[in-house]
């Protein structure tokens, strides 16, 4: 395959970046290929999040229109496939409305803001081999730092807005975050401790070299993380920061036009950097068993994202919106004790493999067989263990609310 | 500290810090003051990257933009009538008196200071070398640390338990 890999190969399109910034490195100053390569991969990685959320926008309106037994937007181009190139248009032409009473620079930033901490997360996931704009040697600790960071803006537009409705949904916003940290960065050390690095080339590297992938190693992580994510983007069974039943729009009720726009961006920017992360530290990033030779990485690594986003889109048509109560408390009381039991299990099993240097082929099916029964097991006897107790919870037979002891209104006795 | 990017990182970097901080202290509206002391420790974190100490750069995003300024926001919003005005306060001298003692003490340590450049280049990885140390050195204080860090935990649950 030799004579393939020349600049003009297009299954790598690093060769072409690399044979272009080595000839800048010649003819220059030292400073310029590095200045370029940041340029480079900057603009590339904003077209790739633009063109995508335009392309899944749409996917998954007409996803939801499927699984809703409708139609969806099927009038602007053929499929409808214009649709989000009208509704962008739409949102740039409206006008940004700044009512009287706001905070008017923090209103003003917090859009700007808030799809900043996704596009920099995408600086540290590799495309494919070399294809990666920083290749930090703490990347999943740079994942978590960045994550923890995204309450900042949401909560400077649930602020400025000088709106009890945006406060509230701030609050929400900051509260969950802060919560479904702790379980997220718990599902994250399990692939640090079977890596042993904590770089995403490495990982993908490890998962490679092991011809597996993490998920079958560290399937109950893979589902919290999977679950903290869909928080952190705050999609439909737990976009309760904006449910419009409750709060609203909660923090973006006063953004109209694009300022409204960005923040709807924001979120699609933010579960592509979650559907990346997953199938980076999970599904083995741009390697498929050999195939990466003959396909470029990076359309596996795409394949792989537009594959978890759709589970997002699933789960949004799917599942109904929780409380906050029921959310906090799945956390806490779910999430949480799993994750500590997952990352306990996961240390012991690295430890028995490199204690007595066992051969990785003969222990990492038993690791994945014995994590796969762990997982199922821990969550059906934590799930009976919650529930306990609590026999009104389970009823056997239909009752009346005046059994609960509920107040009818108009009919209190 | 001889090539050019580094340089002018840092005199970036090195602004951004100091002013975000003077800001701190010269907003009147205290959210605001919040949102400059989070820029204050992103500049931070970048100097600490100019030093090449990654580990230490990133977990002062997580620890300080992340997890303490948000401790901080919530601590204004739930103080009544605290979130729109940075009141007077009686404790302006006592205030003065610490600023100007950590001032002189910051003072006289740069000015002791023999400010050599080091000959030993950049680290390598430390995060690595941190871990390492963590959890075999320094296993007891870290230790230590965490038993404390619950018991205050526990400590926060007791005290606003209803029952």
Redesign the interface.
Same mark, same amino acid.
């Given at each position: 395959m030799i004579f393939l890999a020349e600049w003009w190969d297009l299954r790598d399109l690093g060769n072409a970046v690399g044979a272009f910034l080595e000839w800048l490195g010649d003819h220059g100053p030292? !400073?310029l290929p590095?200045t370029a390569s940041a340029v480079i991969g900057s603009i590339t990685l904003l077209v790739f999040l633009v063109v995508s959320l335009l392309m899944v926008a749409w996917a998954e309106r007409r996803l939801l229109g499927r699984i809703q037994a409708r139609l969806g937007p099927n009038r602007v181009g053929p499929w409808g496939l214009l649709q989000s190139v009208a509704d962008a248009i739409k949102m740039l032409t409206k006008e940004a409305i700044t009512s009287a009473n706001v905070?008017r !620079? *923090?209103f003003w930033l917090a859009p700007i803001l808030v799809a900043v901490p996704a596009l920099v997360v995408f600086a540290v996931l590799p495309f494919n081999e070399g294809m990666v704009l920083a290749d930090? #040697? *703490?990347g999943v600790? @740079?994942v *978590? %730092? /960045?994550? =923890? $960071?995204t309450?900042?803006p949401i @909560?400077?537009a649930g !602020?400025s807005s000088n709106n009890k409705f945006s406060?509230l949904g701030a609050?929400r916003e $900051?509260a969950m975050l /802060?919560s479904y940290?702790i379980p997220q960065v718990l599902a994250l050390l399990g692939v640090v401790i079977f890596t042993n690095t904590?770089r995403m080339s490495g990982i993908v590297g490890w998962q490679d070299d092991h011809n597996t992938w993490l998920i079958f190693l560290q399937p109950l992580a893979v589902l919290i993380y999977f679950i903290a994510g869909a928080v952190e983007i705050n999609r439909t069974p737990t976009d309760i920061a904006e449910a419009e039943s409750e709060i609203v729009a909660g923090y973006h009720t006063e953004y109209s036009g694009i300022k409204f726009g960005m923040f709807w961006v924001g979120e699609y920017f933010a579960g592509f950097a979650i559907a990346a992360i997953i199938a980076t530290l999970y599904l083995g990033g741009w390697t498929l068993w050999g195939l990466e030779e003959w396909v470029p990485g990076w359309i596996i690594f795409l394949a792989k994202l537009y594959a978890l986003f759709w589970f997002f889109i699933w789960m949004r048509g799917t599942l109904p919106r929780l409380r906050i109560d029921q959310l906090m408390g799945f956390a806490w009381k779910f999430l949480l004790p799993l994750a500590l039991i997952n990352i306990f299990f996961a240390g012991l099993e690295v430890l028995l493999w490199q204690e007595n240097e066992l051969a990785a082929e003969a222990v990492l099916p038993a690791f994945a067989i014995g994590n796969l029964v762990l997982a199922v097991g821990l969550i059906v006897a934590w799930a009976r263990f919650l529930g306990r107790g609590r026999p009104q919870w389970r009823p056997t037979r239909a009752r009346l609310v005046k059994e609960l002891g509920a107040v009818v209104y108009g009919q209190e006795a | 500290m001889e090539? *050019?990017?580094s340089i002018v990182a840092f005199w970036m970097l090195s602004v951004i810090a100091v002013a975000a901080a003077l800001m701190v202290v010269a907003a009147r #509206?205290l959210?605001?003051a919040v949102?400059f002391l989070?820029l204050s420790f992103i500049g931070v974190a970048g100097l600490y990257l100019t030093l090449s100490a990654? @580990?230490v750069a $990133?977990?002062q995003?997580?620890i300080y933009?992340? %997890?303490i =300024? $948000?401790l901080i926001? @919530?601590a204004i919003?739930l103080t009544p009538r605290a %979130?729109r005005d940075n009141a007077e306060t009686f404790l302006q001298v006592p205030g003065l008196v610490v600023a100007a003692l950590v001032a002189v003490t910051m003072g006289a340590i740069v000015l002791v200071t023999d400010w050599n450049e080091a000959t030993r280049g950049a680290f390598p990885?430390t995060?690595e070398a941190i871990g390492e140390a963590l959890l075999d050195k320094y296993v007891l204080p870290f230790e230590i640390a965490s038993v404390v860090l619950l018991a205050a935990m526990v400590g926060a649950i007791v005290l606003v338990r209803e029952d």
């Open positions: 030292d !400073w590095y905070d !620079w *923090v930090l #040697n *703490v600790l @740079f *978590v %730092a /960045i994550g =923890s $960071v309450a900042i @909560f400077m !602020w406060l609050m $900051v /802060i940290e904590m | 090539d *050019v990017g #509206n959210i605001h949102l989070i990654d @580990f $990133v977990t995003i997580l933009a992340g %997890a =300024s $948000v926001l @919530f919003l %979130a990885e995060a």
